[in-house]
C-alpha cells in the first residue's frame, strides 16, 4: 500500500515554486544531491524572485537553460536554494552527500568548506560560524543554517519536521554503476524519521547530470521508499551534444564543431554563442573562440564561461597578461562563483606578468570577497613583499593565522 504520491521535477531549480505553493515556511529541508545549489543570487533578481513569489509567477523565472548569463531569468538550478532562503521558505539544508566510499569528518568538513569558499560576500560569516564533528559540518551563509552529511550519519541528527528533497544525481558519478541502491536510500531514510510525507524528486536529465537510460530510477527509489510517483513530462535536452563535447576529453572537431553551431547553438543566440566559444577555447582555437564571446555578449549574454576558459587558455599558455585581461572580463559584478574564482586567478596572472601592484589589489579583494580561499593570501603575501609594503604584508600574515587556525578547529 502506497502512502502518499512524489512529484518528479526534471530540473531541480523547479521545486522554488512547488514549496511556495506547499506553503512552507522557515523550513528545515534534507537535500540528497551531488551539489550544493546555493549560488549567490544578485540584489536586483533576488527581488524579481519576490515581486514573483507575491504575484505567482515564481515558474517563470526559473532559468531555462542551465548556462544562460543574461536577466531574463532569476534563478536557475544551482542558485535555488539560496532564493527559497531569502522568500523565508527555509531556514535549514541539510545537504546529504553521495558516500560510494566512507567519508572521514574531516573530508566532509572539506567539501563544505570547498562549496562556501567562492560563495562571494558571505565568506566571513562562514568563517564565523564554521564548525564540524564527526556526524556533520556546519556553517550560515546569509541566516541560512547549512550542514553536510552523508546517509549513514542521518539518524544522528535533530530532524523532527524535517522535509526531504532528493536530487536524483545523488546516485551517479559518471560511471556506470549507482552510488548507493534505492533500497539502501529508503532504509537509511525511514531510520532518520524521513519518510512520513513523500519528497519530491529531481531526474536533473535535461541538464546533462544524468543520463537518460536513469530516468527510472525516480520510480524505482519511490517504490522503496513506500511511495506512488507522478513522472514529470520530459522536455528535449537544448545543447545536449554540444555540452556532452563540453565534458568529454577530447575536443570538438572543426567539422563537429560547424556542425553544432548551426543545428544546436546558432537557435539559442547569445547562450548559443557563448557556448560555441567555449567549446572553441576547449579545442585550443582563441581566436574563434574571441569571436564567439564578442558575438555572445552582442546579443545580451555576459559570456562569464568563455571569458573564464579563454583566461585559462592563456594561462596555461603562459600568457598572463592576456589571460589576466579575460579574467577580468569574467569577474562581472563578482556575483557568481566562476566570478569569484576568475578574481583569484587574475591575482594569479597579475603577478605571473610582473604587476604586482595589480596583483595585490585583485588579491586584497579576494580576502574580502571569498576569504575562506588561500590562494588569495599567498599571492597578496609575494605582491606585498615584492612591493615592500610590510605593514599589508603583516595583516595578510595575521588575517592568514586566523584562517588556518578556523580551518584547524574544524579538523581541515
Known amino acids: 500500500m502506497t502512502r502518499g504520491l512524489v512529484r518528479a521535477f526534471e530540473e531541480h531549480g523547479e521545486v522554488l515554486a512547488h514549496w511556495h505553493r506547499q506553503g512552507w515556511s522557515r523550513e528545515c529541508v534534507v537535500v540528497l544531491d551531488h551539489h550544493l545549489d546555493l549560488k549567490r543570487i544578485a540584489a536586483d533578481q533576488l527581488a524579481r524572485v519576490r515581486d514573483g513569489a507575491r504575484g505567482g509567477g515564481l515558474d517563470r523565472l ?47 568538513a572539506d567539501v563544505l568548506w570547498s562549496a562556501l569558499s567562492l560563495l562571494p560576500g558571505h565568506g566571513h560569516e562562514v568563517l564565523g560560524s564554521f564548525v564540524a564533528d564527526d556526524v556533520a559540518a556546519r556553517a550560515r551563509v546569509g541566516g541560512l543554517r547549512v550542514e553536510a552529511t ?3 550519519r542521518l539518524s544522528r541528527l535533530e530532524l523532527r519536521g524535517a522535509r526531504l528533497d532528493v536530487d536524483l544525481d545523488f546516485f551517479h558519478d559518471g560511471g556506470p554503476d549507482l552510488t548507493h541502491e534505492p533500497a539502501g536510500v529508503a532504509a537509511e531514510l525511514a531510520a532518520a524519521g524521513l519518510l512520513d510525507d513523500p519528497p519530491a524528486m529531481t531526474h536533473s536529465i535535461a541538464s546533462g547530470f544524468m543520463p537518460e537510460r536513469l530516468r527510472p530510477l525516480g520510480a524505482r527509489l519511490a517504490a522503496a521508499m513506500g511511495f506512488a510517483f507522478a513522472p514529470s513530462t ?30 544546436e547553438l546558432d537557435p539559442l543566440g547569445g547562450p548559443g554563442m557563448a557556448l560555441r566559444a567555449v567549446l572553441c577555447a576547449r579545442a585550443d ?74 596583483g595585490l589589489a585583485a588579491a586584497l579583494r579576494c580576502l574580502e570577497r571569498i576569504p575562506l580561499r588561500a590562494e588569495p593570501y599567498q599571492l597578496a603575501s609575494i605582491a606585498a613583499a615584492r612591493l615592500g609594503r610590510a605593514h599589508e604584508l603583516d595583516e595578510v600574515r595575521a ?13 581541515l
Not at 80 to 100: C, T
Open 62 to 108: 526559473h532559468r531555462d537553460l542551465p548556462f544562460r548569463d543574461d536577466d531574463r531569468f532569476a534563478y536557475g538550478l544551482d542558485s535555488f536554494l539560496y532564493a527559497a532562503a531569502d522568500l523565508g521558505l527555509i531556514e535549514r539544508v541539510v545537504w546529504v552527500l553521495p558516500e560510494p566510499r566512507p567519508r572521514s569528518a574531516a573530508q566532509l
Open 150 to 152: 552523508t546517509l549513514r
Open 234 to 263: 520530459p522536455r528535449p535536452q537544448q545543447a545536449a551534444r554540444s555540452l556532452a563535447v563540453v565534458a568529454r576529453a577530447a575536443p570538438a572537431s572543426h567539422a563537429e564543431l560547424a556542425e553544432l553551431t548551426a543545428s
Open 285 to 358: 582555437r582563441l581566436g574563434e573562440a574571441a569571436e564567439a564571446h564578442a558575438e555572445a555578449r552582442r546579443l545580451g549574454d555576459r559570456a562569464t564561461w568563455p571569458a573564464y576558459e579563454l583566461g585559462l587558455r592563456h594561462l596555461a599558455r603562459r600568457e598572463p597578461g592576456a589571460a589576466a585581461e579575460w579574467f577580468a572580463r569574467a569577474e562581472g559584478d563578482l556575483v557568481d562563483t566562476m566570478q569569484a574564482h576568475s578574481l583569484s586567478l587574475r591575482a594569479l596572472a597579475e603577478c605571473r606578468r610582473g604587476d604586482f601592484a595589480a
Open 399 to 411: 588575517r592568514l593565522e586566523r584562517l588556518q587556525a578556523t580551518r584547524k578547529d574544524a579538523g
